[in-house]
């Protein structure tokens, strides 16, 4: 089993920045894909942004430019730095990593951007 537990979201105006965490622990497999998803209110859940262990990373459209992922391996952490934000960035994150075709979640966090 694997816990991920995010930190990190909160209110913010519009234009401003946020940086969310997601903290890994249990039966980790060092060989893994880590993402943040996002929903919105009445919306799927979206890919935002993954990066595998070896450190290539995917970004959705929407967030290119302004979002980067990256991660600390060793404290198996993955960030999330978000800037120029949006108020149609507001939703919950999640986090979730993938690892031996097994998926986990962790049970997000709220980001609101005001106009």
């Known amino acids: 089993q694997v816990q991920l537990v995010e930190s990190g979201g909160g209110l913010v105006q519009a234009g401003g920045s946020l940086r969310l965490s997601c903290a890994a622990s249990g039966s980790i497999f060092s060989i893994n894909v880590m993402g943040w998803y996002r929903q919105a209110p009445g919306k799927q859940r979206e890919l935002v942004a993954v990066?595998?262990?070896?450190?290539?990373?995917n970004y959705a459209d929407s967030v290119k430019g302004r979002f980067t992922i990256s991660r600390d391996n060793a404290k198996n952490t993955v960030y999330l730095q978000m800037n120029s934000l949006k108020p149609e960035d507001t939703a919950v994150y999640y986090c979730r990593q993938t690892a031996r075709l097994i998926t986990y979640w962790g049970q997000g966090t709220q980001v609101t951007v005001s106009s």
């Open positions: 990066i595998t262990s070896g450190g290539n990373t």
